[in-house]
C-alpha cells in the first residue's frame, strides 16, 4: 500500500486548500480512511476520517464546519477540502489507512488514535498565514 499526499502550501488566512492523497496497490474497499495532522510542537491530531464501507464520516471539533472529507473510488483518492482556514490549522497533513469501522467497537469515539492505523503517507505542509 502507497499512500501520496499532495495539495498542500501556503495560503492566507480566510482561504482554501483541497488535499488528495492517492492509494496505490490497494482498493477502497472496506476501510477506514483517515487525516492527521501535526503542528511544530505539538502531538500528531485526527483531522477527519471516512469509513469506505459506508461512506460515514467524522471530524475533530476544530474543524466541523469548514473541512469536508471526500472519497473518488474510480481515482482510488481521498480528498480533504479545507475552507476558512485559520493560522492554527498549520502542520503536515498525512492520510492513513486502517481496518473497517466495525474492527472497533468504539470507533465513533476513538477514530483519532494514530495506532489504530497501518499505512501511512509522508505528509503535505500547510501554511496558513495570518
Known amino acids: 500500500v502507497q499512500l501520496v499526499e499532495s495539495g498542500g502550501g501556503l495560503v492566507q488566512a480566510g482561504g482554501s486548500l483541497r488535499l488528495s492523497c492517492a492509494a496505490s496497490?490497494?482498493?477502497?474497499?472496506?476501510?477506514?480512511i483517515a487525516w492527521f495532522r501535526q503542528a511544530p510542537g505539538k502531538e500528531r491530531e485526527g483531522v477527519s476520517c471516512?469509513?469506505?464501507?459506508?461512506?460515514?464520516?467524522h471530524y475533530t471539533d476544530s474543524v466541523k464546519g469548514r473541512f469536508t472529507i471526500s472519497t473518488d473510488d474510480a481515482k482510488n483518492t481521498v480528498y480533504l477540502q479545507m475552507n476558512s482556514l485559520k493560522p492554527e490549522d498549520t502542520g503536515v497533513y498525512s492520510c492513513?489507512?486502517?481496518?473497517?469501522?466495525?474492527?472497533?467497537?468504539?470507533?465513533?469515539?476513538?477514530?483519532?488514535?494514530?495506532?489504530?492505523?497501518?499505512?501511512w503517507g509522508q505528509g503535505t505542509q500547510v501554511t496558513v498565514s495570518s
Open positions: 492513513a489507512v486502517g481496518p473497517p469501522k466495525n474492527y472497533y467497537p468504539d470507533h465513533d469515539v476513538l477514530w483519532g488514535r494514530e495506532e489504530r492505523y497501518d499505512y
Open positions: 471516512i469509513s469506505t464501507t459506508d461512506g460515514s464520516t
Open positions: 496497490e490497494f482498493t477502497f474497499d472496506d476501510y477506514v
